[in-house]
């Protein structure tokens, strides 16, 4: 007979009993309870994995230390609990403020952030999929409600939108307009402060000295940039940032007065506070600006 | 008096499974299928009545049966079975029939249950990762297959707002996956090599064949009212699903998906229609929460249907599987009406 962990005795077949520990109950044979859900990968709803975020941040913490040696001001005001919309400015033909702003608050603060992105990633293969697993989601206002009301995460976005990543190195640190301020009436109906976050150095980590606006028509992107680091580096200059020293400073959070779940805000109400909020973001940053002595040491 | 349901798509998988459960229900006094194909499931008491693609049959039928509830669980929902403009046919022709049949005068239908299918959103890069059933697609639907059950649900909705007497539940799975049951993804998952696309990882999200049918159950029983997404909890990348079945990717090209696709279908390699093939791409996820809030519980999640499904299919290999049902309708009509047949209470 075979003896399974319940077993109380064990009888071998040369007859010798063994008794089992007296007293140790039997475990009671409940009906099967639907089984917890046994899974191979890690990858959340989202297409995030914990597992590939870890490899990720493993790979850019030297990057993070010691290419762009990010510094943050101010980073306690993000909440260590509870949704959170991040707000922040956008530069740089291909942005290296996202991840330096979601590897900073992993660390520091040991929360996911996800980065809430166009959806044009989604249709690059093999890019696409290292996003999602990476932490991004398409910013869709059902994914934004989704994450930061029913699952209380903190979300980044660029109200900028690629306006502010196709911008020219002349009008850097120029915030381009906040969309339709759908960033506010996200936040409000997910009843979540509004955090902003003001990035130096990422205009120039990567900055566009022309665009082609034939050439992202033909190939249907939201624009196709000559960069100082293409000039530079050649091809290599896709992925080859320069050393731009990163500055990041946290502003003071922006709660709405508003009762949250509203099936509409008003936007003359929804208008002034992301006026509001671009103006106060614009405001630091020239102070970051006037601040700062070199573009590479800070 | 008990209930008398009418069901469509007999022949097919769901109205035959849909015909037994209601069969176990003592409360439900009579159960009428029709369908083009003879069933495919042994039904004990079901009538069955043979009828062309269009429904034409079912105004006569209505009146004659007098049925209480409709089960249109005719929609086809997998391409891959049958050329379009019969799909056409059956889909968007069968429904409108469908509804003229119910809308009439002597009609005593309340209750009508669709079984549609998740296809109606779509998948594209701009989707939500959940979809709730009022969102509405990101983009126009391209196929067939599609437009037939967009239109099919349309005439249903105009049918729900005019007949505001007759309780319309409409029904959108997920892709379902079911050891008897051949649909896209389970014979994806029956190849040595699993289809696809280079470079795209998508999240997909399942519903395990039974707990379809409970819901379906479940929504005569609650006599439901409104659409309802019907999948199983969370959503697994493709990749992870490979892995459960234990299959190697077999690779198509990211561009050029449909032609490098046509020649792989030629080749017999695959059978993934084009609606199948935006789904290798984008995934999509459907929020089934309505129908949990109105009291259903799932048996399966979405990781677990998967897992099930490899499972039964492991076992039939080795123990094999039952013989196919045939219908003769001799048989069937000798054993249900013969006086020499005793009739006993099932155990």
């Not at chain 1, 869709?140 to 989704?146: I, S």
């Not at chain 1, 290599?236 to 709405?256: C, I, M, N, S, W």
């Not at chain 2, 989707?127 to 009022?134: G, H």
């Not at chain 2, 994806?188 to 819901?215: H, K, N, W």
């Amino acid at each position: 007979m075979p003896a399974g962990p319940g077993a109380r005795y064990v009888v071998h077949v040369t007859g010798r009993v063994e008794q089992g520990t007296p007293g140790a109950l039997l475990p009671l044979r409940r009906p099967p309870a639907p089984p917890p859900d046994e899974r191979l990968s890690d990858v959340d709803e989202w297409g995030r994995s914990e597992a590939a975020r870890a490899r990720l941040r493993r790979l850019f913490g030297p990057v993070y230390r010691n290419w762009f040696r990010a510094e943050w001001e101010g980073m306690e005001k993000i909440p260590a609990s509870g949704g959170a919309l991040l707000v922040a400015n956008h530069a740089g033909a291909i942005p290296a403020d996202a991840p330096v702003i979601m590897h900073g608050i992993e660390e520091e603060l040991g929360r996911p952030v996800y980065g809430l992105a166009d959806y044009l990633f989604r249709s690059m293969p093999v890019v696409g999929t290292a996003w999602a697993r990476g932490g991004g989601v398409p910013a869709h206002p059902d994914n934004a409600y989704r994450l930061l009301r029913e699952q209380q995460q903190l979300a980044l976005v660029f109200p900028e939108g690629t306006k502010g990543t196709g911008k020219l190195v002349t009008q850097r640190y120029q915030l381009r307009r906040f969309g339709r301020g759908g960033f506010v009436e996200i936040a409000m109906r997910a009843g979540v402060p509004v955090v902003p976050i003001v990035v130096v150095g990422s205009e120039e980590a990567m900055p566009i000295l022309a665009k082609s606006a034939a050439a992202a028509r033909i190939l249907g992107v939201p624009y196709v940039p000559l960069t100082a680091n293409m000039l530079l580096f050649g091809p290599l200059g896709l992925v080859a940032y320069f050393p731009a020293k990163f500055k990041l400073r946290v502003l003071d959070p922006v709660y709405f007065d508003v009762p949250p779940d509203q099936e509409r805000y008003r936007r003359s109400r929804v208008f002034d506070e992301a006026e509001a909020i671009r103006q106060a973001m614009q405001t630091n940053l020239y102070d970051m600006l006037r601040k700062r002595r070199s573009v590479w040491f800070g | 008096m008990g209930r008398r349901v009418l069901i469509t798509g007999l022949g097919a998988f769901w109205g035959g499974h849909m015909a037994r459960a209601l069969e176990a229900d003592p409360s439900v006094d009579v159960i009428v299928g029709i369908d083009t194909d003879d069933p495919s499931v042994q039904l004990e008491r079901t009538e069955f009545v043979r009828c062309d693609d269009s429904y034409s049959i079912l105004a006569r039928l209505v009146r004659a049966t007098q049925v209480d509830t409709v089960v249109h669980a005719g929609l086809v929902v997998n391409s891959a079975l049958m050329p379009d403009r019969r799909l056409h046919e059956k889909n968007v022709i069968g429904t409108m029939n469908l509804l003229a049949a119910l809308g009439a005068d002597q009609s005593r239908v309340t209750n009508l249950v669709v079984k549609s299918s998740a296809l109606v959103y779509g998948a594209s890069m701009e989707d939500p990762t959940w979809f709730r059933e009022e969102t509405p697609r990101s983009r126009p639907p391209r196929t067939r297959m599609e437009k037939s059950l967009l239109e099919a649900e349309d005439y249903i909705r105009t049918f729900a707002e005019e007949f505001s007497s007759v309780k319309v539940a409409v029904l959108r799975f997920a892709n379902v996956l079911g050891e008897d049951l051949v649909t896209l993804f389970s014979r994806a998952l029956s190849l040595p090599l699993a289809p696809t696309i280079a470079g795209y990882d998508p999240q997909l999200q399942f519903v395990e064949q039974d707990d379809v049918v409970r819901a379906m159950e479940f929504c005569i029983r609650h006599e439901l009212e409104g659409v309802y997404n019907v999948a199983g909890d969370g959503r697994l990348p493709w990749s992870e699903v490979r892995a459960i079945a234990g299959h190697p990717p077999l690779y198509i090209s990211p561009v050029m998906t449909e032609m490098a696709a046509a020649a792989l279908r030629r080749a017999g390699l695959i059978t993934l229609p084009r609606e199948a093939l935006d789904l290798l791409r984008y995934g999509r996820g459907i929020d089934n929460r309505k129908l949990k809030r109105a009291g259903f519980e799932y048996r399966h999640t979405s990781a677990g249907a998967v897992r099930h499904f490899v499972e039964t299919r492991r076992l039939r290999r080795v123990v094999g599987a039952q013989p196919a049902y045939r219908y003769e309708g001799d048989v069937e009509s000798f054993f249900r009406r013969s006086p020499a047949v005793v009739h006993q209470p099932s155990p």
